[in-house]
């Protein structure tokens, strides 16, 4: 098993020329924010506003900041607006988009024509964040290429809610174990097959699965999946003893959905995007068990060390994992209980280990939104839970985590408050018919996670 360097990379490094949110919510009179004396020295240094001007109430009549990065950095705060991206960064974004069906074909069939209602939700959504890549996970992809052309064509190119259609020339769609039978019964009912003897969670196969869309170049030739991937073949695994046959311990698939290495060429630079989509660990065949060990499947892919990768081999049968050294960012829907220990000694907390790795930094991305809705306590939170009583239970269980070799310019989880710009996409709703604001509107659950790579500045 490989053991995680306890060497924290926490970057929230906002491009150099960003102001500090904290001191931009200070100018803004963002709620929360209180004006230290050191906030008050960076608004001098990294603004032409005169003392007059800094007023408890910022009015947009006033002159404003020449520095552009603090002025996308306002408008973010003050109105939802995502800021654009500088030019030489690098914009990714995941997405968990619940574009999912009850049967093969449905969401391939809905999204064949312009005018699905959610199929637009989600594309405004990508549209108002504007992102070079974006994974999508929680989608149908039973209709393969044809599903994701459709979805290319018919809706992310196409303008919605006032917002510009984004081109991707190039997107990424593959297989996943969702829904695929292993000819074992699994789930002890006396019948093979079934979504409980799936190798990942889905009513049918291709639920539920992930698309990548780029606007630069893939490198096709390089891409790797592990979607076939044996469980038993991790040293040290953490399959549950006593719980599968030796035929059927034999057969289980590491990964519930894929786990997908897809280079993307930007210039003269590659960067690696490290999808997956893990099975909730409450869920499944492998519970936190499994969970837990797709998450170190990541660690060891990317810990640059022989010994810890060896044992991964792709679908093509290519081992070993990244090179020492190659730029990458994780992304993909992760689950809120990530951080959960299993005989903490034997199975440390995964998550936690790849956010101590030295060879993996967190932008740690916030929202407005997420900060209103729990009076700060989870401003990175991601996902919507529930609701007892008066009190919303949230989650991070959408990430980004770009290798040390990169520098993080900006980050931020797509969340406006109410009344912002954007925030019809992001009210929240209790899920599963729970007591909660009636939303037609709102796709997804989840929140759109984005970060900013500044690939012009190379590693510090």
Known sequence: MSAFPRVLRRRRVLGGALMPAA??????????????PAIQQTLAAHTSISPAQRVASFDFNDALPENPDLLRQMLWIKEGQV????PENLRVATFSAGLSRSGPGELTEDLSTPGDEQG??????????????VLLTDVDVDGGEELAQSFRTNYLAVGTGGQQGIDYPYMYVAEVNNGVDTGADLDNDGVIGGPGDAFGPGEFAGQHGMVLYSKHPLDTEGIRTFQELPWDSMPGNAIPEDTFSDLERSVLRLSSTSHWDIPVQVGDQTVHVLAARPDDAGDGFGGAERHHDEMRLWAD?????????????DDEGQS?????GESFILAGEFGPLTGTALHEEEHPSVIA??????????????????????EDEHPMATEVLG????????ARSDYLLPSSSLTTAASGVFWPQSGQLGSHLTRANAPGGEPGEPNDTTPSEHRLVWTDLDLGSGSD
């Open 23 to 36: 001191a931009v919510a200070v100018l803004l009179a963002a709620p929360a924010a209180t004006a230290a």
């Open 83 to 86: 800021p654009s991206a500088a």
């Open 120 to 133: 637009q939700q989600v594309a405004e959504t990508v549209q108002r964040t504007a992102p070079d890549v």
């Open 301 to 313: 892919y990317v810990s640059g060390d022989p010994a810890d990768s060896g044992y991964i081999v």
């Open 320 to 324: 070993g994992g990244l090179d020492e």
């Open 353 to 374: 280990g790849l956010l101590e790795s030295e060879a993996i930094q967190d932008p740690e991305p916030t929202s407005r939104g997420a900060g209103v809705l729990t």
């Open 387 to 394: 609701r007892e009583g008066g009190d919303w239970t949230v």
